[in-house]
């Protein structure tokens, strides 16, 4: 099991679903966990579980749009090794029916916000001489098509993208950027669906042919938070049971 002893990270989004998840994993590997989200009823709660593991948790405020917000997160910053950048959003309607503020919102909080995020994460680890890993979580939308997520799929190959860029940019300052790209995953929220006929066939198209677990994103998760990958940058790990090597 790597161990994350000695290690801060901060995750966004982390009031819930994957973000919550993410902090879990790594209070678990031992690292003192920042939980920044929107919503400080749900963020404190899941600082409560940690803290009641026997980990560390504290919580900030931020909504990565918020670019002022972002950047007043810089000292907080200044002091943390592993960053995941987890906060997003899905808006589901066919292109032709998209809003123009529904893609705004998809598109702000996505890839702006992301973008926002790593910059200051690099701004501060390269100011506190720190070599650090930013972790952007994408998704498999980002690297195939996928119908009525348009901006969500666009956002994704977006971070996709930058993702590459800014390992680039950020590699003589010793800091790592790479990306998760989860495929279908097995949720509360989602369960249903998967056992009606549209959600069986889609399924039929995964070459494994099951839904992803939770817990199979520790493993890759926990790689790209330590040493272990420290001669990996500009990668992006897909986790999706073969989806995106599936035949035609």
């Known amino acids: ?46 600082a409560e579980q940690i803290n009641a593991a026997g980990g560390i948790a504290t919580c900030v405020k931020l909504d990565v ?24 959003v899905v808006h589901s309607a066919a292109a032709l029916e998209q809003r123009e503020e529904d893609w705004d919102a998809v598109m702000d909080t996505n ?29 498999i939308a980002g690297l195939r098509q996928a119908g009525n997520i348009l901006p969500y799929a666009v956002s994704k190959a977006g971070v996709i993208q930058m993702t590459k860029v800014l390992a680039l940019e950020f590699a003589r300052f010793g800091i790592r950027v790479n990306a998760l790209a989860p495929g279908y995953l097995e949720t509360d929220l989602n369960r249903d669906f998967w056992s009606t006929a549209q ?6 198209r995964i070459p494994q042919r ?12 926990r790689l790209l938070a330590s040493d272990e990958s420290s001669f990996m940058t500009g990668s992006v790990l897909v986790i999706d049971g073969g989806h995106l090597v599936s035949s035609l």
Not at 65 to 88: F, H, K, Q
Not at 210 to 221: H, K, S, T, W
Request: aromatic share 2%.
């Open 1 to 46: 099991m790597i161990n994350l002893s000695g290690k801060a990270a901060l995750v966004t989004g982390a009031s819930s679903g994957l973000g919550a998840h993410f902090a879990q994993v790594l209070a678990r590997a031992g690292a003192h966990l920042v939980l920044a989200a929107r919503r400080e009823d749900t963020l404190k709660r899941v």
């Open 65 to 88: 749009t918020d670019s002022a917000g972002v950047r007043a997160l810089e000292p907080v910053l200044s002091d943390v090794d592993i960053v995941v950048n987890n906060a997003g």
């Open 210 to 221: 099951r839904l992803g677990r939770l817990e199979e994103l520790d493993g890759p998760l």
């Open 111 to 139: 890839l702006k916000g992301m973008f926002l995020v790593a910059q200051a994460a690099g701004r501060a680890m390269r100011s506190a001489g720190r070599a650090g890993s930013i972790i952007n979580i994408a998704s």
């Open 199 to 204: 959600g069986k066939a889609m399924l039929r």
